[in-house]
């Protein structure tokens, strides 16, 4: 299989001075030629470079450097002089020996090439890039979406045009379309199904109409239904408006809480609550870890609390809180539970019956667009005098209408939660997990949790494997990786609720045993 990855290590750079001997060398005659038959380029220590392998061969690079002058600094001055203004937004990149071995000359590598670097470029913030084309290649480098901007420079055996590449060029050139698919894992956006599609290809109508209005109440049934929950609110927003208008109904209570943290959301839930003014006691234990529950309880019988608020699944562990045990303190010391269930929700049948607010979305493991936020209750909610007015849920709960809602997505909410009948969705996600249980008993991928839901998984990377993610992500696979709290601690997570995760994970699972192998063989990486 062909594959791409940034290179890092004594081996690939070797291979790297290789190819750059035989093909500016030997093949272009544009440097003198070496017993060694290797080539260290003049920029070497600057240089990112971008190589396509073979299964464990390299094939194919290209090299990027911001460092200026530039190689074509030196060959006809400054090349901002001579660039076109589309060219001029933003920082300039050089690219450098683009390099295919003869024998993998198909255009594939090329145009992986050519996808990495687009990816790479826009991830550094790079709002152009110029090159030295050589003119044996200009029909090739067209292609790819480069633009000549002055003379042909060089001699004749080794003539070069200067060109240069934006990312509108290169998302309108040949190669951009027949790139090849890309393998989503994000926990969102979600990438919708053909017919969660359609609801977003309707014309609106008025959230007044009698249409919107017999839907709305349809979905309010189903989610209902598959909670049961007394009440559920609709909101326009996110998760995170779902759970600051839940966080303003626990401020009601006038009472004092306790908010359990495990993880980057349990935190969120605590600063959404400080800037309420809530009253509360935090109980924090290490990202990852389950909560110890005889604490718990020794916290709930001590008639402090009015209230305990938690991430049930949280999203930034993948990991699944389990609240059975609390639900019978919490009756008895008349505490209410307050789960945020913006990623359970949806993910695993979950029974709301004996909590006092909980939160979902549109979007995560119900798996159309988010923009449809949701508080669940087991009370009668009525009007604050001292809520904002779009978070008072009092608003929402006289049976009416009171604010504008996207119709399509109101739509596209009512189609997804069709998937619940006879459970196929849970099954569905479920099966996806079992899936991944298998990969971590193989030794392939480590779960940092055993307490895992299926939404998203987290995966402790070792040290050998600490570029995974961004390798993976030059080679068409999008791991969540970027958040800072992620980065910070070398994780990196999949979701299963993309429509197409099963072709996904099934060609991710042959680049990652690839990956593996090759990195075994090449234990000096940095």
């Not at 998937?419 to 193989?442: A, D, G, I, W």
């Amino acid at each position: 299989m062909y594959w791409c990855k940034i290179a890092r290590n004594e081996s690939e750079f070797e291979a790297i001075a290789k190819l750059n001997y035989d093909t500016f060398v030997e093949e272009i005659p544009q440097h003198k030629m070496h017993p060694s038959g290797k080539r260290t380029d003049a920029f070497h220590h600057e240089n990112t470079y971008l190589i396509v392998l073979k299964d464990h061969e390299l094939v194919g690079m290209i090299a990027l450097r911001d460092q200026r002058p530039f190689s074509l600094d030196h060959k006809i001055g400054s090349v901002e002089h001579v660039l076109p203004e589309e060219a001029l937004n933003g920082k300039l990149c050089e690219i450098r020996l683009l390099s295919v071995r003869k024998e993998h000359r198909n255009g594939r590598v090329f145009f992986m090439l050519a996808r990495a670097l687009a990816d790479y470029a826009y991830e550094k913030g790079y709002g152009a890039a110029v090159i030295s084309g050589t003119v044996r290649e200009l029909k090739l480098y067209r292609q790819l979406g480069f633009l000549a901007f002055a003379e042909k420079i060089g001699s004749e055996e080794a003539s070069f045009v200067p060109m240069f590449l934006t990312k509108q060029r290169y998302e309108q050139s040949v190669a951009a379309r027949f790139q090849h698919k890309r393998y989503i894992f994000y926990p969102g956006p979600n990438e919708l199904t053909p017919e969660l599609k359609k609801a977003f290809q309707h014309s609106p109508i008025s959230h007044r109409s009698y249409q919107f209005s017999e839907r709305f109440k349809r979905v309010q049934t189903q989610l209902v239904t598959m909670t049961g929950a007394s009440h559920v609110h609709l909101l326009a927003g996110s998760g995170t408006l779902a759970n600051d208008a839940m966080i303003a109904q626990i401020s009601r209570l006038k009472s004092k809480g306790l908010v359990l943290i495990n993880g980057a959301f349990g935190e969120r839930l605590k600063r959404q609550a400080s800037k309420m003014g809530l009253d509360f006691e935090i109980l924090e234990v290490e990202w990852g870890n389950p909560f110890d529950t005889s604490i718990i309880k020794f916290h709930l019988n001590s008639g402090l609390y009015g209230w305990i608020l938690l991430a049930h699944g949280e999203t930034s562990t993948g990991m699944m809180n389990s609240v059975d045990e609390m639900i019978p303190i919490c009756k008895e010391q008349k505490i209410h539970l307050c789960l945020d269930c913006v990623s359970s929700f949806g993910a695993v049948p979950i029974s709301m019956k004996n909590v006092y607010l909980a939160t979902g979305v549109s979007g995560k493991a119900i798996g159309t667009m988010t923009g449809l936020a949701m508080v669940f209750a087991n009370y009668s909610i009525d009007e604050s005098s001292s809520i904002p007015t779009y978070l008072d849920l009092g608003r929402h709960a006289k049976g009416g209408i009171p604010y504008t809602y996207s119709s399509q997505l109101l739509e596209s909410l009512e189609i997804a939660l069709k998937s619940y009948e006879n459970n196929e969705r849970y099954n569905l996600l479920r099966e996806r997990y079992q899936r991944l249980l298998l990969v971590e008993e193989m030794g392939e991928l480590e779960f940092l949790t055993k307490q895992g839901f299926p939404m998203i998984v987290t995966f402790k990377i070792q040290q050998i494997n600490k570029h995974l993610a961004d390798d993976a992500r030059l080679s068409g696979f999008d791991l969540h990786y970027q958040s800072a709290y992620l980065k910070e601690r070398q994780w990196v997570q999949m979701s299963l609720i993309q429509p197409d995760f099963e072709e996904s994970f099934e060609k991710f699972q042959l680049w990652l045993r690839n990956y593996i192998t090759y990195k075994k063989e090449t234990v000096n990486s940095i």
